[in-house]
């Protein structure tokens, strides 16, 4: 039975919103990639390298599904983080558009600067390109911060309904 209360609504509320969020971002990926005949399968194995190193791209179905369990539990964590600060800083749902595009600002660059470097993920042979650079910066602002700070609006339960009544 699903519990219906305020709690578990905003669990997977933010379950939900991570989903679509992460989704929407590893489309774009795939899309964007598809261009550059990098295949979906490509992509989750180049992800979980960022765990694994290099052998990820021998192991086949493994690191694939390990790449796909790495994107959304990013994904979901990020998710995670918006609501819990939405929760303190009503600016975040009252000004949902920009904000959630300057917190996919601030997600490209904590991903990119500071948590890419601390993987295994393998150093590119060529320096990334403006089209790779602006995907990955658009993809960020919109798929995950923008979407994540609308949905949040939209469907996360009110504030007053999410704080523990003591």
């Not at 086949?60 to 599904?65: C, D, L």
């Amino acid at each position: 039975m699903i519990n219906n209360t305020p709690k578990a609504h905003g669990v997977w509320t933010v379950v939900w919103i991570g989903l679509v969020a992460g989704t929407l971002d590893i489309s774009e990926n795939i899309i964007f990639n598809a261009f550059r005949h990098i295949t979906p399968h490509q992509i989750f194995q180049y992800i979980a390298s960022g765990l694994i190193d290099g052998r990820s791209f021998t192991m086949g179905g493994a690191s694939v599904a390990l790449g796909v369990a790495i994107h959304y539990t990013i994904a979901m964590t990020w998710t995670v983080v918006f609501y819990l600060l939405s929760r303190r800083l009503k600016i975040l749902t009252r000004q949902a558009t920009i904000c959630g595009i300057v917190y996919g600002g601030v997600v490209y660059i904590i991903m990119n600067f500071v948590v890419l470097p601390m993987t295994r993920v393998p150093h590119a042979r060529a320096a990334m390109t403006v089209a790779s650079r602006v995907s990955g910066v658009l993809a960020l602002l919109f798929c995950i911060g923008l979407a994540i700070a609308l949905m949040v609006k939209k469907f996360a339960p009110p504030r007053e309904a999410s704080v523990a009544r003591g």
